[in-house]
């Protein structure tokens, strides 16, 4: 009972704070260079060591498969030469 109505406390507080931050949208420049900083930080430690593991993760990982999703939108919408 304890966990139900903390539930129904906490809730509308995280509901709020959601609507609250939602009203501060960045610019889309500012998303654009955002997202140039993480494409580029990803290709320069692409290979890098990652959860303790003693080699990179393999190239089809689904890790991987993320990053590669996340970099075709990007180029989709980027103007960067290297993408082409």
């Known amino acids: 009972m ?20 939602a009203r501060e949208k960045p610019a889309p420049d500012q998303v654009a260079q955002a997202m140039q900083r993480v494409a580029d930080w990803q290709i320069a430690h692409f290979r890098d060591n990652y959860s303790h593991n003693d080699q990179p993760h393999a ?6 498969a993320a990053f590669y999703f996340g970099l075709l939108k990007w180029s989709n919408i980027s103007n960067d030469a290297r993408v082409g």
């Open 2 to 21: 304890m966990k139900f109505t903390s539930t129904l406390i906490l809730f509308p507080l995280i509901l709020v704070s959601g609507v609250v931050q």
């Open 59 to 64: 190239i089809g990982d689904w890790t991987n």
